[in-house]
T-cell receptor
Framework: GAGVSQSPSNKVTEKGKDVELRCDPI?????LYWYRQSLGQGLEFLIY????????KSGLPSDRFSAERTGGSVSTLTIQRTQQEDSAVYLC?????????????FGDGTRLSIL | AQTVTQSQPEMSVQEAETVTLSCTYD???????LFWYKQPPSRQMILVIR??????QNATENRFSVNFQKAAKSFSLKISDSQLGDAAMYFC?????????FGAGTRLTVKP
């Protein structure tokens, strides 16, 4: 079946603009994760959705970052008033449920470049 | 804070040879899971192998195996009979509940 789909694959925008990144998880997966991958760095956890529970937002770096997950499926990560340090690849992943032992299935990511 | 450390930013191996990638982690939990993910140039992360902390037996998936040393908090990945398609970034990951952490990665080059 289809994997995790992210759009756009690349986004270039000017500093100060808002951006929206989209993630469409694997059908039936209740858990959804957002990560940020900066050049030469590992993955930095941003936010985690599990079913109808309140999301774990502990990884969001500032109040400029927010995420929603509508209807338990598609998620949107929004970055307001973008800064140059926001430039990174933003990866989304999903898993069947939120248990620790389950592997995460990743999308191809969105490469965000802030000019 | 729980951290995951990959001390080798880059590694190189000759095709058909064996290579070991290192990973150490810090945790106060007794129940957790460890993973190795592969990220080829196409960017999509793929699970390579998974280890449950409560299992003493090292996980194996075909040419990939781990050396899990719980007391030492070490979780290395061994790739046997390396192939050109193994060239990628490899990330070690830790998870316990909502605590998910990844190492900075090791770039593996496979020489023909």
């Amino acid at each position: 079946g289809a994997g995790v789909s992210q759009s756009p694959s690349n986004k270039v925008t000017e500093k100060g603009k808002d951006v929206e990144l989209r993630c469409d998880p694997i059908s039936g997966h209740t858990a959804l994760y957002w990560y940020r991958q900066s050049l030469g760095q590992g993955l930095e956890f941003l936010i985690y959705f599990q079913g109808n529970s309140a999301p774990d937002k502990s990884g969001l770096p500032s109040d400029r970052f927010s995420a929603e997950r509508t209807g338990g499926s598609v998620s949107t990560l929004t970055i307001q008033r973008t800064q140059q340090e926001d430039s990174a690849v933003y990866l989304c992943a999903s898993s069947k449920q939120g248990y620790s032992n389950q592997p995460q299935h990743f999308g191809d990511g969105t490469r965000l470049s802030i000019l | 804070a729980q951290t995951v450390t990959q001390s080798q930013p880059e590694m190189s191996v000759q095709e058909a040879e064996t290579v070991t990638l290192s990973c150490t982690y810090d945790t106060s939990e007794s129940d957790y899971y460890l993973f190795w993910y592969k990220q080829p140039p196409s960017r999509q992360m793929i699970l390579v192998i998974r280890q449950e902390a409560y299992k003493q037996q090292n996980a194996t998936e075909n040419r990939f195996s781990v050396n899990f040393q719980k007391a030492a908090k070490s979780f290395s990945l061994k790739i046997s009979d390396s192939q050109l398609g193994d060239a990628a970034m490899y990330f070690c990951a830790y998870r316990s509940g909502n605590d998910m952490r990844f190492g900075a990665g090791t770039r593996l080059t496979v020489k023909p």
